[in-house]
């Protein structure tokens, strides 16, 4: 028998439709600040990804799932959103609607990495992306509607953590004190480490490896040598964020896993297990390092199998929804009445089931039970004749006479 593949996992129905359940709720939240769905496509020219996530990023080097198409071109299969986004809005002119532009996506993505719980190579994310805003209110709405998801979702124990990483001017200064500080022990970090040390020093604070980790305790912390811009910047996103009454920590050590980030990052954590499950930013140079005008904007990610284990934790979900009405029919007059008014109540919204496998009496009577059938009503001979039946209440037991009009089946379910 083939199996599916690493990292992938198969969606039941037993559970998709608890996904349906949290994925609308996110919708009403996105769609309450005006956020817009957009769709793009599943594989990009590997350019998108290097350009936009950065070449010294894991996702980058480590792993993407990339290969040569049968023209020879260098595909790859998307990683994470924002790339994808930013390039459908510069290809399609986007930057002529109203600013600022307001985006969001629920995606599959594919990363080439160690699988564990809540972490596969086929994932999905939720994500908004804010184009054309360069204030602080931005980064502030962006924050307070992912906020808002957790608290749609029901979510308890979730911490939010700022950070800023500056703007290219005083990165640029920064990048040299921290070079200084990782070259006395450089030969010590780990290979790809010491290839980040020249490109994106900056990189080498995010790297997992223990000893890595080990060695950039003490390490000079962006934070520390803002510009007068970013700092003021950073300022009034926590002055606004204290006025919302939503309180933050400040964690220096956040530098976000992508290049493209600058000024605000920001991280939601689970206080239980101490995991990131949505994280995001601001990334006023990415527009302009796809060949569009310098366009500021602001956005985040959350996983959704890490976002569904939580709500799954914290919610009674409603069952699935069961069949309004099963028709059972035998013979061929009596089948095509159990067409018609199938058909019909349908056409109005209502789930009904019938025999499609030519059971027996019986048959269909176990399936309507095992299925969950709301109401049963039996069209055999007699019912043509005398056009009424009886439909029964399946949960209660009830039984009522009534025409098999189509008006009188749709009263009584």
């Known amino acids: 028998m083939i199996q599916k593949p690493k990292g992938t996992k198969d969606l039941l129905p037993n559970e998709s439709y608890k996904w349906q359940e949290a994925e609308n709720k996110v919708k009403k939240v996105l769609e309450s600040y005006n956020f817009k769905e957009i769709r793009v496509p599943v594989f990009e020219h590997t350019e998108l990804f290097q350009r936009g996530v950065g070449e010294t990023t894991d996702v980058v080097q480590k792993e993407m799932y990339t290969f040569n198409d049968k023209g020879g071109r260098s595909i790859t299969l998307r990683p994470e959103g924002t790339a994808g986004v930013v390039r459908a809005y510069l290809e399609n002119g986007m930057g002529s609607m109203p600013s600022p532009v307001k985006l969001w996506y ?27 805003s360069k204030s602080y209110l931005a980064d502030v709405d962006i924050i307070l509607m992912a906020n808002n998801i ?38 010590e970090y780990c290979d790809i480490c010491k290839t980040r040390f020249e490109k994106n020093p900056m990189r080498i604070l995010d790297c997992k490896e223990k000893r890595c980790k080990e060695l950039n305790v003490g ?73 569009g005008q310098s366009t500021p904007a602001v956005g985040f990610a959350t996983g959704v199998e890490r976002l569904m284990e939580m709500y799954n934790e914290n919610n009674t979900q409603t069952e699935d929804k069961k069949p ?3 028709i059972l029919s035998l013979g061929e007059k009596e089948n095509q009445k159990a067409l018609e008014l199938s058909l019909k109540l349908r056409k109005d919204g209502y789930i009904i089931e019938k025999d499609i496998c030519e059971k027996s009496f019986k048959a269909q009577m176990k399936y309507a039970d095992k ?31 009534i025409s098999l009009s189509y008006e009188e089946i749709k009263k009584n379910i």
Do not use: W
Request: with cysteine; proline share 2%.
């Open 371 to 401: 299925i969950g059938a709301n109401n049963l009503i039996v069209i055999g001979e007699n019912e043509l004749n005398f056009n009424s039946a009886k439909i029964k209440n399946m949960q209660t037991g009830e039984e009522k006479e």
């Open 150 to 187: 957790f608290e749609a979702l029901n979510i308890p124990n979730i911490k939010l953590t700022i950070n800023s990483i500056g703007c290219p001017k005083c990165r640029s200064e920064y990048q040299k004190i921290l070079r200084e500080f990782i070259g006395k022990n450089l030969e």
């Open 219 to 291: 390490a000079p912390m962006m934070i520390d040598y803002l510009c007068e811009e970013c700092r003021e910047h950073f300022e009034n996103v926590k002055s606004m964020l204290e006025a919302s009454n939503l309180k933050y920590e400040i964690d220096p050590s956040i530098v976000r896993g992508l290049d493209y980030y600058t000024k605000t990052v920001f991280e939601f954590i689970d206080e239980k297990s101490g995991l990131t499950v949505l994280g995001g930013g601001r990334y006023d140079g990415l527009v302009e390092e796809f060949g």
């Open 106 to 132: 629920n995606m599959g993505m594919y990363r080439y990495e160690n699988v564990q719980k809540g972490r596969l190579r086929e994932f999905h994310q939720i994500g908004a992306e804010l184009i054309g």
């Open 324 to 326: 309004d009405l099963y």
